[in-house]
């Protein structure tokens, strides 16, 4: 008699949307890594390592915009911020962050560091985070980003 197995989970592929808003019930699909697991409104928390991936088209220019929030909590904790932004393993740019608030960030990003018609990582690394809670590091709110060709 043939042995029988679980099947595997099923996974849908990543949607081909360049942008995505937290608010979005399918935004879970666009965060790679270093993410709080679910959120209490239409954003979510970013800890120390955050990772996003879309699935881009062949673009002929690509900009990154992101829109978040370092709440005045956590800015009492630890000051201005800085993210360094990796697109694909390649530094993008260093953005101080002065103030709290909801921040927008754009920047625009080599075509030759994307890959068309396939996923594209997005790593925002920051320079420090809170530890409000024991074991977790939280450095802002994640409410959109994505590209704009």
């Known amino acids: 008699m043939p042995e029988t197995f679980t099947v595997p989970v099923q996974r849908t592929a990543l949607p081909a949307a360049p942008s995505i808003s937290m608010s ?20 979510r928390w970013a800890h120390d390592h955050p990772v996003l991936r879309f699935h881009l088209p062949r ?10 929030t370092q709440p ?11 993210l ?7 530094a993008i740019d260093r953005a101080r962050f002065d103030k709290p608030g909801e921040q927008q960030y754009t920047h625009e990003v080599a075509v ?17 985070t809170a530890t409000p809670n024991p074991g977790e590091k939280l ?4 409410l959109r980003a994505g590209f704009t060709e």
Not at 59 to 68: P, Q, R
Not at 139 to 142: A, D, E, G, I
């Open 112 to 128: 030759e560091y994307l890959k068309p018609d396939a996923v594209n990582l997005v790593a925002i690394e920051p320079d420090k």
């Open 24 to 43: 979005d019930p399918h935004a879970g699909e666009y965060l790679a890594q270093g993410f709080r697991e679910h959120s209490e409104g239409p954003w």
């Open 139 to 142: 450095s802002f709110v994640l």
């Open 59 to 68: 673009m002929d220019t690509a900009t990154f915009h992101m829109t978040f």
């Open 84 to 90: 360094t932004v990796l697109v694909n393993g390649h």
């Open 72 to 82: 005045d909590s956590t800015f009492q904790l630890i000051g201005p911020l800085t």
